[in-house]
């Protein structure tokens, strides 16, 4: 079924320790997302990509990086992680970043609890 | 920056009509999404609304005011397999999705 894979679907992780959640979709859609969800909330925006080898800051990019080396791929990695990371993250993807419609499919969620 | 409300919760009984509104503040409009979001699921597609009026899509319709940055959801017949949380959300300047906190709906025997 095509779609997004994200891993690990759950993770427990010490303070302080570094964390790459993977995600990875086979629509080949141009641009993907990074999103976290917390209670109350709702989901924001931690970094984009709108093709390829390109990558830009969302609403809480402060702690996150992201990479871009291929069409497929798009991985969020956490340094250093801090109990405040503490939350459900969505992968998600688009045709495109632009105008339109550009519905976002999303990933299963990977629930990280830092300590 | 965005600001977008939605109820926190609401309660209905099956077979009945929901509303749930959202209003908006946003840097530029480029068009606005509902998704549905099961417990401990994905978010999903519902609805897209760029241009003023209603859309229609089965049990489900959206509408948006721009002027009032305005927007529903109204959900009919509802059925137990709609209890789930709803999730606004605006494509600003940017080109981006924000989001609101999202509407739990809880729909009763």
């Known amino acids: 079924t095509a779609g997004i894979t994200q891993a690990p679907t759950s993770q427990i992780l010490a303070a302080g320790r570094s964390m790459t959640l993977r995600c990875t979709q086979d629509?080949?859609?141009?641009?993907m997302y990074w999103y976290r969800q917390d209670l109350g909330l709702g989901l924001r925006l931690i970094h984009y990509?709108?093709?390829?080898?390109?990558?830009g800051k969302g609403e809480v990019p402060d702690g996150y990086s992201v990479s871009r080396a291929n069409t497929d791929d798009f991985p969020l990695t956490l340094a250093s992680a801090v109990p405040s990371q503490t939350s459900v993250y969505f992968c998600?993807?688009?045709?495109?970043?632009?105008?339109?419609?550009?519905?976002?499919?999303f990933g299963a969620g990977s629930r990280l609890t830092v300590l | 920056g965005q600001n977008i409300d939605q109820p926190t919760e609401m309660t209905a009984t099956e077979g009945a009509i929901v509303q749930i509104n959202c209003t908006y503040q946003?840097?530029?409009?480029?068009?606005l999404f509902w998704y549905q979001q099961h417990a401990g699921e994905a978010p999903t597609f519902l609805s897209y609304?760029?241009?003023?009026g209603l859309e229609e899509k089965g049990r489900f319709s959206s509408f948006l005011s721009r002027s009032k940055g305005y927007s529903y959801l109204l959900l009919k017949e509802l059925q137990m397999k709609d209890s789930a949380s709803y999730l606004c959300?605006?494509?600003?300047?940017?080109?981006?999705?924000?989001f609101g906190a999202g509407t739990t709906v809880t729909v009763r025997a």
């Open positions: 609304n760029v241009l003023d």
């Open positions: 959300a605006v494509k600003g300047g940017d080109y981006k999705l924000s």
């Open positions: 998600a993807s688009s045709r495109d970043g632009g105008e339109g419609a550009n519905v976002l499919t």
């Open positions: 629509m080949r859609h141009n641009a």
């Open positions: 990509s709108n093709t390829a080898g390109t990558t």
């Open positions: 946003t840097s530029g409009f480029n068009g």
